[in-house]
Structures are given as C-alpha cells and as structure tokens.
C-alpha cells in the first residue's frame, strides 16, 4: 500500500464533500408502486448478460431503507448525497402521466436529507431507460431525447423548489459506446452507427433538460453533466502514430460530449474519423444550439488510465482498455488503435491505479475551461473486502486508493484547478451492472442475504476526512471506529 505523498493535505471550508449511488444498482423495488420496466430491467433478465444472472431487483432495497441509508450519510457528516433519479418510476413508459408515487418517493427522500442537512444532488438519468423508449428506438432515437426533455421539466417542476444542483446525465460515454457500440451494457445492442447516433442525442437530451433547469428555476438551479472522461497515454509519445491514437479516442471519448456542450460543435477530426460509419445527418439545424448550454459545474468521474498506440497488424490485437470483454468494440472507427496493459497494482475491476491520472486529467479541463468549476462526482475503487473476526471491514487498500486521489485533486486545485468538491462511489455496495454483485465499491458493505450495513475503515477514515478537510493518515483508518 502507497503512502499519502502529502499527509495532511487540507482543503477550504467551502470544499463539499458528498458521496454517489445510482437508482438502479441500490433501490431494488423494481415491481412496486407503478415503476414501469427499465431496460436495465430486461438486459440483467436476460440469460449470459450479467455474472450468475444477477439482476437490481432488489439490490441494496435502498427504496425501503432510506432512513436507515439517510442516518448513515448523516453520521459520516456528509455536505452533500449524489443519487440518480429512475425514469421509469416516475414515467413508467417514458412519456405520458406521471407516477405519482414514484415522484412522492424522491420528494420524501429530499426531503428527509434536507432534514438531515444534507443537500440533494440529483442525476436525472443513470442508465435506466424505460424499456418503452428502448423499444421505440433507443437513444439511436430522436424522440428519446425529446421525451427526456418532458421529463425533465416535469421532475424539475416538482423537485426544484428544494434542489438546487440538477445533473442531466451520467457518462454518457458508456450509455452510447457501451449500450450500442460493444454490448456489454443494456440494451446490449452492437451497431456502430447507432452508437455515434446515441451520442449526439445524448447531448440533444441533455440541452433539452438543461433549458429545463433554467427555465424552472433561473439563477436558482446549478446545472451539471457528468462525464466519465477518459485519460488515454499515447505509448511512446514522441510517436506520431501512438499521439495520433490517443487523439483518436479523445475525440470519441471526450470531446464528442465536451464540445457540443460548451463549445456549440462536434469536433472536425471524429466526423472526419467516423465518415465511413456515419454521415452525421441526425445532426439537424440548430440542435447545436440546444446541446451548448454551457455549465455552472462539470462533473467528473475517474477512476483509471488507458495506454494506447497504433496497432500494426503484425501481432494480436490489444484491448485492455477497462469496459468488459466483447465480440464487439464501443471504440468506433477505432481499428488502428489497441489499448496496452498497464502496470500494477490493480482494482477488482482489473483497473489500474494511477493517482496522477486524476490531476492530469483536472489541470488539463483546467486549461482548456479556465471559467468551468469541476467537482469529482465518482471516485471509488471495488476490492475484495472480506468481514474479519472482529466484525469489521479492514479494507486498507480503499482507504489508500480514496485518499491518494484525493490528494491528487489537490495537487491539480494547487496548480489551479478550480475544484469545488469530492464525492467518493460509493456510499455502499451494489448492484454493479454487467458484474452483478462480484464487485464491491462501498464504504459501507452490504450484507446481500440479510441487506445489513456495516462501515467499512474506509467510512470511518472518510468521515475524518469530512470532519476535518484535511487528510488523515491512513494507518489510523482501523482506529477510527
């Protein structure tokens, strides 16, 4: 286990510390009260889609345990609770009536954590559509950017006298790449042009809400999008192949999403480079002046690196690039690029673990965006946590991965990166997609057969943290109990 380069790191007073979940992977209660069906619903039903066919139809059962879940946030001191709304229980097909009991579910949950003190950060989409719209078309779809729009003024409309921070989307990338391009998330589809169709509709749908947000709510509402934005080294970067490689997955991993957004465009060289897959004619006139809404706070989600070069077709292809195992690529019109294995050490996900990733990553947004404020809204690490003869969870390997990003992102504010604050993934375990239940990423574990919580060291070492904004060392993180 590495050491802190600086132990005792402090951050401002006004830094908020939060921690994030997402509907799916913690709610459970996926057949109760008028919830319609989610396409993550179909794909974890579907045989050899998930690890032994788990599904998050009852995941961590968060739907019926909020105030168990609520008094855990709030003894860990929490500023702030990042979680995702699921479209499908609040319009069960995606379009039409509301659910009322679905949106009386996230009012009382707002409610109750302002109660606590804690403010609401919500996410309107974390991956569940409703299958409906899937059925419909999918995000390949226009009309699902259109009927995210309705929704999205309809929840802003209900929920926005009391939250103020609204996030469109979570990762697009993965809802596009992954869900269309590779398969290895639902729908589980694998077609590259729908992919590239994805991504711009994406960003259409989240114009849309965002011109919701500020419709509703003016200068009263924060909008944010999340981004899980991708490092990728070129291997030798004094190559002009492998820099032209990391180039290629910058353009198709990062500023497919970043430019629309804030600068009103798609870049030149990803519609150049995917010519031959698509023709781009989904990008109709004035959509670019929907999806350049600009941001209040860019969120950003990281947790690796990518090593990248040009592949010569003289050996076997790598594509240790992180996101599954797949017949099929998410990387579209990427066939000169292979992704390397890196060195150690490894997360449960087989990611590796590079701090410096982290600051790279911040300075970098820093200098293309000197006016954007940032906040890291995922940041966690899956290990093999086991319950030890004392009853606790000694997950040592968390609480160095957690505070040496953490102090990483100091390093990118002291090089002046404007960063407002840390949510750490994830305020417990859950359901973790195509990994089902294998893979733990909670500070707090659950107990899958009796759904127990029980705080890790790594809780305990990160309420310190809140407590004191200042780094604790790590080696007390067993003591802190």
């Not at 003016?218 to 004094?238: F, I, Y």
């Not at 290629?248 to 030149?268: M, Q, S, T």
């Not at 000694?394 to 960063?419: F, I």
């Not at 310190?464 to 802190?480: F, G, K, M, Q, S």
Request: charged share 20%.
């Amino acid at each position: 286990m590495t050491t802190l380069p600086r132990p005792g790191r402090t951050f401002p007073a006004a830094f908020r510390w939060g921690a994030a979940t997402a509907s799916y992977q913690i709610e459970g209660a996926v057949d109760e009260d008028g919830r319609g069906r989610s396409i993550w619903d179909t794909f974890s039903a579907t045989p050899g889609r998930t690890l032994d066919g788990h599904t998050g139809a009852v995941a961590a059962d968060h739907y019926h345990r909020t105030a168990e879940d609520i008094a855990i946030m709030q003894g860990l001191g929490l500023d702030a609770y990042r979680f995702s709304l699921a479209w499908p229980r609040i319009q069960p097909t995606g379009a039409g009536a509301v659910n009322q009991a679905g949106l009386d579910f996230y009012s009382r949950l707002v409610d109750d954590l302002l109660a606590a003190g804690i403010d609401p950060v919500v996410t309107l989409y974390h991956w569940d559509l409703p299958q409906a719209l899937e059925d419909a078309g999918g995000w390949p779809s226009r009309e699902t950017a259109l009927r995210f729009g309705d929704y999205a003024r309809t929840t802003v409309e209900a929920l926005g006298d009391r939250v103020k921070v609204w996030t469109t989307l979570n990762e697009p990338w993965c809802t596009a790449y992954l869900g269309y391009g590779s398969g290895v998330h639902a729908p589980g589809r694998q077609e590259p042009a729908a992919a590239l169709a994805a991504v711009h509709h994406l960003n259409l749908a989240h114009g849309l809400a965002g011109a919701a947000v500020r419709d509703v709510l003016g200068e009263q509402g924060t909008l944010s999008l999340t981004l899980n934005l991708h490092v990728a080294r070129p291997d030798d970067p004094s190559n002009p192949q492998d820099v032209d490689a990391a180039r290629r997955i910058d353009a198709l991993a990062n500023r497919c999403f970043l430019e629309p957004v804030l600068d009103g465009r798609y870049p030149v060289d990803l519609l150049e480079d995917t010519a031959a897959v698509t023709d781009w004619s989904f990008v109709r006139d004035g959509d670019l002046e929907i999806t350049r809404t600009g941001l209040d706070v860019l969120g950003v989600n990281y947790y690796s690196t990518q090593r990248v070069r040009h592949y010569t077709a003289d050996h076997a292809r790598s594509m240790a690039d992180g996101h599954g195992a797949s017949a099929a690529t998410p990387w579209i019109a990427a066939e000169s690029v292979e992704f390397l294995e890196q060195p150690g050490p490894y997360t449960a996900m087989g990611w590796n673990i590079d701090p410096s990733g982290m600051t790279e990553l911040l300075t970098g947004l820093a200098r293309t965006y000197p006016e954007l404020p940032l906040m890291i809204t995922e940041n966690g690490a899956a290990f093999e946590d086991d319950v030890s003869a004392d009853g606790r969870v000694h997950d040592a390997e968390r609480v160095s991965y957690v505070a040496r990003h953490v102090d990483a992102v100091g390093q990118a504010m002291d090089a002046g990166a404007d960063v407002r604050g840390y949510f750490v993934w994830s305020l417990m375990d859950n359901f973790e997609w195509a990994y089902g239940y294998h893979r733990r990423f909670g500070i707090v574990r659950i107990d899958y057969e009796t759904l127990e919580r029980t705080w890790k060291d790594s809780a305990y070492w990160y309420r310190e943290l809140v407590r004191t904004h200042a780094l604790p060392p790590v080696e007390i993180a067993a003591d802190l109990a």
